[in-house]
């Protein structure tokens, strides 16, 4: 299986970031309620992972998808699908 390259264009990052923003909205949490349950010091810099603008560490990501409720297996298969 060949994938095209994630590294020059950030399309891993901006797949995580959508994904994440969408997931987020589906839970009808504000930017600013999701900021302080993950941690991030602000809702700008969520934002900014979910536009691809920032790469989110695994550590937020994680937290992340714990509160969504969402199975870090199921949400990576999504994001690799995509890439192919």
Known sequence: M???SMN????V???IGNKIKGL???AGYT???FAQLIGCKSAQ???RYE???NKIDIDTLV????ILRVDIKEFFNEVMWEVQ
Request: charged share 35%.
């Open 2 to 4: 060949e994938y095209r």
């Open 8 to 11: 020059s264009d950030g399309l």
């Open 13 to 15: 990052t901006t797949l």
């Open 24 to 26: 987020r909205r589906d």
């Open 31 to 33: 930017a600013v309620e």
């Open 45 to 47: 810099q969520l934002y």
């Open 51 to 53: 536009r691809g603008i």
């Open 63 to 66: 937290s992340a998808l714990k």
